[in-house]
C-alpha cells in the first residue's frame, strides 16, 4: 500500500461523509469486506453505509439505516438502533440500548450511556448492579460536540444540543438545550427569540440571560419558572407536617385527612408524597415497617389488597365471577397504589396478582369484549389498567405459572380495537356527553398499558387532536370547575402523545401553562391541595385538603411543568403510581 492510499484511508476515518464520493474501487472493496464480518455477527445496514475499522463496534444488536456512518475511533456497544442519514462522529461513545431516529447527527467527543449501575455504600462500585432504561433520539436532532446523554432519556424530534450538555432529563421536540443540568433555553422554530414558557432567566450561561427575559406580558406573577421553583420550595417545606396530620397514631393507619376514615390509598399517597417532596418514607414508621404493613395486606387467594372494613379489621373481597375475576374497583386500584409504594419503599408485593395469573388468553379477551366500552369508558379502561398492572408485577415476580401470551393477547386486542379517528377506544361521545369518559378511559388504560410497559401509543396525532378538544370543555375546565382526576387525564395523555412529535405544540403548551397557573395557586398551606369539585367524571374526596389530592396535583404540576418546560425547576420527578418512565423495558417477556 502506497503512502498516498495509507493517507486516503485515514482521511475516512475522520471525514467518513466524503466515502461515497471520494473512495477508491479497492477502498469500497475493504469495506464492503468488513460490512460483511458485521454482518455475520447479526449487524443489518442500509445502503451506502460506512463504518470505520478504526472504530470501537461491538454491538449485540445493530442497525444502521440508509447513508448512516460511524466514524474513526467511535465506540459503539450494546443495542443500538439508527434510522437513515445518522452519523457518529470521531470519538463519540454510543453504549447501551440506544435508538435513533432519522438524521441524527452525533458530535465528536460525546457520549450516550444507555446503563447506569448503582453506588450504594454496600458493595464497591465495580460490583454494583447494572440498570439500563435506555435512551431515544427522535428524527432531525443536532447533539454537538462533547455532550454527555443519561440513561432514561428521551430528546424529542427536532432538537438541537449544545455543546459541552449533560442531558439529564427528558428534552420536548424543538428544543434548543445546553448546560449542565441540560436546560431548554428556546424553540428551534422562533429563530427571532426565546419561548417564552421555556426560559431560564438568571440561570443561563453568561450572556444569555439578556436575551431570554422569562417574563410574560401581563402575567403578574412573572416567570412561571420561578413560580415553579418556589411552590416546590413551599411543598417541601411542609410535606412531613402535612403528612402528619394525617396519620392517626391510636390506629397506626393514614386517612385522607383529618377526621376521615383510615384506607389502604392513604397510606400509599403518604409514602408517595414524603418520597417526592422528602426522598425518604414517612416519619411515622420506619421504611421496612411502613413496607411490611403493605404488604400484610394482600388476600392470599386472589393476590388483591381489599379496602379495610368499617370497623378498621381486615377487608373481605366479593365473590369471583365465572372467569375467576374479583370485581371491586377500590382492590383493583390497590394494585397500582400498593406496588408502587412498595417500589419506593424497595420491596414488592408478597405474592402474585393470582386473579391476573390464573386468566387464560380466551379468558382476558372475553372479559375484554364485555367491559363498558360505550357506556363507561373510564370503567373500562380502569379495568385494563389494573389486568397490565397485575402482569407487571407478575413478571416482577417471575411467576412461572399461568398461560403464555395473555399479556400479548391483551396488545393485540387493544392495537385492533384502537379507533383510528380518535386514537382512544370506546365511543366519541355526543354533545350532551362530550369526551370526558372517552378520555379519562384513556388514561387509565394507556397508563397501566402502553405507558406502563414503555410502547409507543397508536395514533398519537389523533389522541391530541380528542384530547385537546375535549380540553377546552368548559364544564369540566373552567377555573373553578377543575379537579384532579380530569386534569390528570388531560395533561398525561398530552405528554405521552407528544414525546415523538410536536402536533399542535403550541396548543399544548398554552392549555398547560393555564393549568399549570391555576395549580399552583390551590395549595393550601399546611395540609396540600384538594382533589376539587365533586361530581360527574370526578368524584374523589371533593374539595378538601388531603393525601389523594396533593399525591396527584403534585404529579401533575409535574406534567404541566414539563410540557411548558419548566419541570426542572421543581427539582422532583414522579416515581410512583404517575411515573412519567416505564416501569418496565420494552420487549416483555410472557406470563408462563
Known amino acids: 500500500m502506497d503512502a498516498e492510499t495509507a493517507l486516503d484511508d485515514a482521511y475516512f476515518d475522520y471525514c467518513p461523509w466524503d466515502f461515497a464520493g471520494r473512495a477508491s474501487a479497492g477502498q469500497r472493496a475493504t469495506q464492503d469486506a468488513h460490512q460483511r464480518r458485521l454482518a455475520e455477527s447479526g449487524a443489518r445496514l442500509g445502503q451506502h453505509c460506512y463504518i470505520s475499522p478504526a472504530a470501537g463496534v461491538f454491538t449485540d444488536t445493530l442497525r444502521l439505516g440508509t447513508d448512516s456512518y460511524i466514524a474513526g475511533h467511535a465506540y459503539v456497544t450494546g443495542e443500538v438502533t439508527a434510522g437513515d442519514d445518522c452519523t457518529v462522529n470521531p470519538y463519540a461513545t454510543v453504549r447501551g440500548r440506544i435508538t435513533l431516529g432519522d438524521g441524527v447527527r452525533i458530535g465528536a467527543h460525546s457520549s450516550l450511556l444507555g446503563f447506569n449501575h448503582g453506588f450504594a455504600p454496600d458493595l464497591p462500585v465495580h460490583r454494583q448492579p447494572l440498570t439500563a432504561e435506555g435512551i431515544t433520539v427522535g428524527d432531525d436532532v443536532w447533539i454537538g460536540s462533547h455532550v454527555v446523554v443519561l440513561d432514561g432519556v428521551t430528546i424529542g424530534d427536532h432538537c438541537v444540543v449544545g455543546a459541552g450538555a449533560v442531558v439529564t432529563k427528558d428534552l420536548a421536540p424543538w428544543t434548543v438545550a445546553a448546560g449542565n443540568p441540560a436546560r431548554p433555553l428556546r424553540d428551534r422554530r422562533a429563530q427571532g427569540g426565546p419561548r417564552r414558557d421555556r426560559a431560564v432567566s438568571g440561570d443561563l450561561p453568561g450572556g444569555l440571560s439578556d436575551n431570554l427575559s422569562g417574563d410574560r406580558p401581563g402575567d403578574p406573577s412573572g416567570d412561571l419558572g420561578d413560580a415553579v421553583a418556589r411552590f416546590a420550595d413551599r411543598a417541601r417545606a411542609q410535606a412531613a407536617d402535612l403528612v402528619a396530620r394525617c396519620w392517626n397514631p391510636d390506629t397506626g393507619r393514614y386517612a385522607d385527612r383529618p377526621g376521615a376514615p383510615a384506607t389502604v390509598r392513604a397510606h400509599c399517597d403518604a409514602v408517595e408524597i414524603a418520597d417526592l417532596l422528602l426522598g425518604s418514607p414517612p416519619e411515622q414508621l420506619a421504611g421496612d415497617e411502613h413496607a411490611a404493613r403493605l404488604r400484610a395486606l394482600q388476600d392470599p387467594g386472589s393476590g388483591l389488597v381489599p379496602e379495610f372494613a ?267 403510581v404517575h411515573r412519567p418512565e416505564p416501569a418496565r423495558s420494552p420487549g416483555f417477556t410472557t406470563l408462563g
Open 310 to 576: 368499617p370497623d378498621g379489621g381486615p377487608g373481605v373481597l366479593p365473590a369471583p365471577a365465572a372467569d375467576g375475576w374479583i370485581d371491586d374497583g377500590t382492590a383493583e386500584y390497590h394494585v397500582l397504589a400498593v406496588g408502587y409504594a412498595l417500589d419506593l419503599l424497595g420491596s414488592r408485593l408478597t405474592q402474585p396478582v393470582h386473579v391476573v395469573r390464573r386468566m387464560t388468553a380466551g379468558q382476558l379477551l372475553a372479559r375484554l369484549e364485555s367491559l363498558p366500552w360505550r357506556t363507561r369508558t373510564w370503567s373500562a379502561g380502569a379495568w385494563v389498567d389494573c389486568w397490565a398492572t397485575g402482569a407487571h408485577r407478575n413478571l416482577e415476580l417471575s411467576v412461572e405459572d399461568g398461560e403464555p401470551g395473555a399479556l400479548e393477547a391483551l396488545f393485540g386486542w387493544l392495537t385492533t380495537r384502537v379507533d383510528p379517528w380518535t386514537g382512544m377506544w370506546g365511543t366519541a361521545g355526543s354533545p350532551a356527553a362530550g369526551r370526558l369518559q372517552l378520555v379519562n378511559g384513556y388514561y387509565r388504560l394507556t397508563r397501566g398499558s402502553y405507558a406502563q410497559f414503555g410502547l409507543d401509543v397508536p395514533y398519537a396525532e389523533r389522541v391530541v387532536d380528542t384530547v385537546l378538544a375535549h380540553g377546552r370543555d368548559q364544564r369540566w375546565f373552567a377555573a373553578g370547575r377543575e379537579n384532579a382526576c380530569n386534569v390528570l387525564d388531560v395533561a398525561h395523555p398530552l405528554w405521552l402523545s407528544g414525546r415523538r412529535g410536536g402536533h399542535r405544540a403550541a396548543e399544548v403548551r398554552e392549555w398547560a401553562e393555564e393549568r399549570l397557573t391555576r395549580a399552583l395557586g390551590r395549595w393550601r398551606d399546611g395540609a396540600g391541595f384538594g382533589f376539587g369539585p365533586a361530581g360527574e367524571g370526578g368524584g374523589g374526596p371533593g374539595r378538601e385538603p388531603g393525601l389523594q389530592g396533593t399525591e396527584m396535583w403534585l404529579a401533575i404540576v409535574w406534567l404541566l411543568a414539563d410540557l411548558v418546560g419548566v419541570a426542572d425547576r421543581l427539582a422532583y420527578r414522579p416515581r410512583g
